[in-house]
Nanobody, 117 residues
Framework: QVQLVESGGGLVQPGGSLRLSCAAS????????MTWYRQAPGAERELVAG????????NYADSVKGRFTISRDNAKNTVYLQMNGLKPEDTAVYFC??????????WGQGTQVTVSS
């Protein structure tokens, strides 16, 4: 059974940092591309950052380039999202996803990130 569990969210002041983690189980994580999405209240879900199965290719939304870094540790079946220079507009529920090729995308339950003074 595929399972993705996000952690690391919370309340942080503007300019602060958080590191989100996504622990994967039930499949061979190293075969899957992993992606972080987020959804703010009243907004559509948007892609934040993605990383290839090997970790060699990454991509980011323009709004987070230079501030966020996605990485993965396949030995630990875990994907990370380091978020620096957080802004109030980064406030959202952050979701981890896993996808093998063009197959089904699996989603975690999400973790809340709130950026506020």
């Amino acid at each position: 059974q595929v399972q993705l569990v996000e952690s690391g969210g919370g309340l942080v002041q503007p300019g602060g940092s958080l590191r989100l983690s996504c622990a994967a189980s039930g499949f061979t994580n190293s075969n899957y591309a992993m992606t972080w999405y987020r959804q703010a209240p009243g907004a559509e879900r948007e892609l934040v950052a993605g990383i290839s199965s090997s970790g060699g290719v990454t991509n980011y939304a323009d709004s987070v380039k230079g501030r966020f870094t996605i990485s993965r540790d396949n030995a630990k079946n875990t994907v990370y999202l380091q978020m620096n220079g957080l802004k109030p507009e980064d406030t959202a529920v952050y979701f981890c996803t896993a996808r093998y090729g063009s197959g089904r995308r699996y989603w975690g339950q999400g973790t809340q990130v709130t950026v506020s003074s």
